[in-house]
Nanobody
Framework: QVQLVESGGGLVRPGGSLRLSCVAS????????MSWYRQAPGKERELVAG???????NYADSGKGRFTISRDNTKKTVYLQMNSLQPEDTAVYYC?????WGQGTQVTVSS
């Protein structure tokens, strides 16, 4: 069984940066595609970015040019580098691998 543990969230000022990490434990076959989602208060959970096992990426329009997803398969870790953060990026960010979700990490962008 795969387990995902996120870290790296926190409070940052507008224009700042954060790097989220997601460490996976379990069977690699479940980790072919890994993604980051986010959910803001009162809103539905939405895709932020995804990355395949061979490194192909896709991004939601909201993060294009500002967010970068990457993975280190030897460490079973996926990263989300977020730059130029804005208040509208405030949300709980979740790591996802198929049907498996992490517990989420809070990102708050505020002055």
């Amino acid at each position: 069984q795969v387990q995902l543990v996120e870290s790296g969230g926190g409070l940052v000022r507008p224009g700042g940066s954060l790097r989220l990490s997601c460490v996976a434990s379990g069977r690699l076959l479940s980790l072919l595609v890994m993604s980051w989602y986010r959910q803001a208060p009162g809103k539905e959970r939405e895709l932020v970015a995804g990355i395949s096992l061979d490194g192909r990426t896709n991004y939601a329009d909201s993060g294009k040019g500002r967010f970068t997803i990457s993975r280190d398969n030897t460490k079973k870790t996926v990263y989300l580098q977020m730059n130029s953060l804005q208040p509208e990026d405030t949300a709980v960010y979740y790591c996802n691998a198929g049907k498996i979700w992490g517990q989420g990490t809070q990102v708050t962008v505020s002055s």
